[in-house]
Every structure is written in structure tokens, then in C-alpha cells.
T-cell receptor, first 115, second 109 residues
């Protein structure tokens, strides 16, 4: 499989559930990202991992917990979410660079609905 | 005010027309990205540029660093170009992207 894959593609969960989103990249990159896209709002960065280390947490509530066990895999663990957390969650990867000039490759996203 | 502003928010064109989408930003950047998002959500990177002009097929992207402005042009537009086009900037340090609100383009046959 090539590129960036995300599972599941669709997820419906209750506010008391615990679920996880998975992202895998097959591009040999060493930086991975979680983004949130809510209806009628611009994409928002949530987390950045460089070489498995979290380098950015964009003031994300603790009910979202990321995990990066290696440079190819990224998880987003979800617990006690709110209906307003319903959104498209996108994963991306790139080469890690301090200069900010790395093209990012996006996965297809997980459409999350919180009931 | 958002750091990245796009215009127009929505655009409808007839097949074959020339389309221009504009992006203005207010921060120092290391690169500007143009992305395409089709219905269903998947995002594809079209261009990453830090100066001048890039061309890929019928798509052309330009950037003016002094004016903090970029444009994405679609020549001979086609219904398959219908998508949301998103401008994003990466700042001088790190890989963080800051996004514009997107331009929804509809090309009618």
C-alpha cells in the first residue's frame, strides 16, 4: 500500500465511548500530523510529531490523546468526546525540516460523529 | 483577522473559463502551499512555492513575497476541477501549516 492511509474512514461514537484513529504512512517520512476540519471552519493543526517526538500541541483538549510509536504510525485516542468534536480528522506526513519547506501528504481522513 | 485570507469564498465558472483564486497572508513565511480537496475529504498537495511561479498542467501558482500574496490560476477549466482549493503557509520555523478558509470552485459543463 502506498501514501498515507487512515482507518476507520467513518466513526460514530457516543460521548462515553473510547475509540482510536489510526494513520500509517508508507513514504519514508519522519514527521506526522493530526488536523481537524470542522464544518465551515479552516483546517486546524492539532499535533505534530518529528522523529516520534511530539513537537507541537495546538492547545488541544486532553480528551484527544496522540501516540506515535514509530515514524510510520500515528494514533489519536479519543475518550469522553463532545458532539462539537464531530469533524473530519486528517493525518499527514512529510520529511521533517526546521525550515518549514516540506510538502505534506494527506490521508483520506476519518469522518467522526459524536452522538 | 486570520493570518491567511482567501478570496473568493465561492466561485462558479463555465467549462473552459480561466479561474483565479487569491491568497493573502500577514505573517513571515518559509513557503506557501496550494491544496485541493475533493468531496469526500481527501486533500492533495498541488504546489509548494517560496518565490516566483510554478506550473503543472493547467494549473499555475504565483507568489509575490513583498506583497504577501499568491494566486492560483486554472486555465481551460473542466468540471473535474470542481473542488475546494486551500491556501496554507508554513512559517519560518517548523512544519506548522496555517490554513486559509478555502475557495469552493464549481465548474459547470
Amino acid at each position: 500500500e502506498t501514501g498515507v492511509t487512515q482507518t476507520p474512514r467513518h466513526l460514530v461514537m457516543g460521548m462515553t465511548n473510547k475509540k482510536s484513529l489510526k494513520c500509517e504512512q508508507h513514504l519514508g517520512h519522519n514527521a506526522m500530523y493530526w488536523y481537524k476540519q470542522s464544518a465551515k471552519k479552516p483546517l486546524e493543526l492539532m499535533f505534530v510529531y518529528n522523529f516520534k517526538e511530539q513537537t507541537e500541541n495546538n492547545s488541544v483538549p486532553s480528551r484527544f490523546s496522540p501516540e506515535c510509536p514509530n515514524s510510520s504510525h500515528l494514533f489519536l485516542h479519543l475518550h469522553t468526546l463532545q458532539p462539537e468534536d464531530s469533524a473530519l480528522y486528517l493525518c499527514a506526513s512529510s520529511q521533517a525540516t526546521s525550515g518549514g519547506q516540506a510538502e505534506q501528504f494527506f490521508g483520506p481522513g476519518t469522518r467522526l460523529t459524536v452522538l | 483577522k486570520n493570518e491567511v485570507e482567501q478570496s473568493p469564498q465561492n466561485l462558479t465558472a463555465q467549462e473552459g473559463e480561466f479561474i483565479t483564486i487569491n491568497c493573502s497572508y500577514s505573517v513571515g513565511i518559509s513557503a506557501l502551499h496550494w491544496l485541493q480537496q475533493h468531496p469526500g475529504g481527501g486533500i492533495v498537495s498541488l504546489f509548494m512555492l517560496s518565490s516566483g511561479k510554478k506550473k503543472h498542467g493547467r494549473l499555475i501558482a504565483t507568489i509575490n513575497i513583498q506583497e504577501k500574496h499568491s494566486s492560483l490560476h486554472i486555465t481551460a477549466s473542466h468540471p473535474r476541477d470542481s473542488a475546494v482549493y486551500i491556501c496554507a503557509v508554513s512559517k519560518a520555523a517548523g512544519n506548522k501549516l496555517t490554513f486559509g478558509g478555502g475557495t469552493r470552485v464549481l465548474v459547470k459543463p
